[in-house]
């Protein structure tokens, strides 16, 4: 069974500056994708990156981006010019190629940001 | 507005009191699936459905069922609540199994 673990239960960042969530998963497949969610405090689930497995750039969304190593089973976000409004938990999530995959999710880490 | 709509928001009950907690979407998805969320745990997967009619179980389907009747709506009935199954759950849906998830607003259940 796929696992993703993400180690940090917690991280701090300073407005401005940058951070990166480390995430890791465990996979025998070659076909899969790779996504970042953000619970903010309303609690609503948000999908900041996708990243598919076959494609070897990493994938970026404005402040945000991934630091894919398909070799070594690592998937971590960075976030740059971190903002105030980036404070929230983030979900790293798995979901296999195949056609009854699900998404599995890891424990989630709490991102503070510091004024 | 595409959406997941799951209401309520909020849900106080009593042991055993048999409830429903709807779940639609808007977006013509046919993957629609149910997760608990728990301090410490993440979210993780109760069941799922393919489309109409096809439903099946995910990693904690215990002490829930599900019906897909119609393509828009998938609610999750507990029969039986127990103080275990309270939780902050989440509705979400998409076009295909591949595709990111939409999940709903959550709905924050407790059972006493």
């Known amino acids: 069974a796929q696992t993703v673990t993400q180690s940090q239960p917690e991280m701090s960042v300073q407005e401005a500056e940058t951070v990166t969530l480390s995430c890791t998963y465990d996979?025998?497949?070659?076909?899969?994708?790779l996504f970042w969610y953000k619970q903010p405090p309303s609690r609503q689930m948000i999908l900041v990156i996708r990243?598919?497995?076959?494609?070897?750039q990493n994938a970026t969304e404005n402040r945000f981006s991934v630091n894919f190593q398909k070799a070594a089973k690592s998937f971590s976000l960075k976030i740059s010019d971190s903002q105030l409004g980036d404070a929230a938990m983030y979900f790293c999530?798995?979901?296999?190629?195949?056609?009854?995959?699900?998404?599995?999710f890891g424990k989630g880490i709490t991102l503070s940001v510091r004024p | 507005e595409a959406q997941v709509t799951q209401n309520p928001r909020y849900l106080i009950t009593v042991t055993g009191k048999k409830l429903t907690v709807t779940c639609s979407q808007n977006?013509?998805?046919?993957?629609m699936s149910w997760y608990r969320q728990d301090p410490g745990l993440g979210l993780r997967q109760i069941y799922y459905?393919?489309?109409?009619?096809?439903?099946d179980k995910g990693d904690v389907p215990e002490g829930y069922k599900v019906s897909r009747k119609e393509k828009r709506n998938f609610p999750l009935i507990l029969e039986s609540p127990s103080p275990n199954q309270t939780s902050l759950y989440f509705c979400?849906?998409?076009?295909?199994?591949?595709?990111?998830?939409?999940f709903g607003n959550g709905t924050r259940l407790t059972v006493t």
């Open positions: 999530a798995y979901r296999s190629g195949g056609a009854n995959s699900k998404l599995t």
């Open positions: 996979t025998s497949e070659s076909d899969y994708y």
């Open positions: 977006m013509n998805h046919e993957y």
């Open positions: 459905s393919m489309n109409v009619e096809v439903t």
């Open positions: 979400a849906s998409s076009f295909a199994m591949i595709s990111p998830l939409h």
């Open positions: 990243q598919e497995a076959y494609k070897q």
